[in-house]
């Protein structure tokens, strides 16, 4: 359990909800010059509509965020601390997490009309909303891994300035003179 690693990982997932969250990422996305490509590619999906909101979704938009943000520090506190490569499969497995449950949680706030999913049930709609947060943590997962890394390995190298040197070991007086005979000559 590490702190440290949680806290990368909330400051990790607030950087990456800016940086996709963003106005000229949401219009070049669904109305800018690559809209035609982006449509069906990793970048359509991977965008926050969160400045162009119809208003019967922001309450549910903030809820999401806030709750990826939060999800992501709590895993990542969790994951960090290890080795170095678990730590960053970790903080990866962590953003996933967070980005599909936070998802999962918005379908469930948003008004089935406003969303245009219509489910039977809580269950089917928490599993159909909740598959749009898989590919953003799949392919930005790894910002938060790296942030996760850089906090374990942060704590490792302060562990190891912190502690104690090793205890001096005292070889005794030197000898004064040869402890060996002198050796007998040598037969010819």
């Given amino acids: 359990m590490s702190i440290k690693s949680g806290l990368y990982a909330g400051v990790a997932t607030i950087i990456v909800v800016l940086a996709l969250g963003n106005q000229w990422s949401y219009e070049n996305a669904v109305s800018g010059t690559f809209a035609g490509q982006t449509r069906n590619t990793i970048s359509f999906y991977l965008r926050f509509e969160v400045w162009n909101l119809n208003p019967d979704l922001r309450a ?39 980005s599909v449950v936070s998802a999962g949680v918005y379908g469930l706030v948003a008004d089935e009309e406003t969303l245009g999913v219509a489910a039977p049930d809580t269950v089917d709609t928490f ?31 302060e562990a190891e300035e912190a502690a104690p040197a090793p205890p001096a070991v005292d070889p005794g007086p030197a000898p004064t003179a040869d402890p060996l005979p002198p050796a007998a000559p040598a037969p010819h």
């Fill in 127 to 157: 599993t159909r909303v909740s598959a749009v947060g898989a590919p953003l943590g799949i392919f930005v997962g790894w910002v938060v891994g790296l942030a996760v890394l850089r906090a374990t390995l942060d704590e490792r190298q």
């Fill in 60 to 98: 549910a938009a903030v809820v999401r965020l806030i709750l990826l943000v939060v999800l992501t520090a709590l895993l990542g506190v969790f994951v960090g601390g290890g080795r170095p490569a678990a730590a960053f499969i970790g903080g990866w497995t962590s953003f996933l997490a967070a």
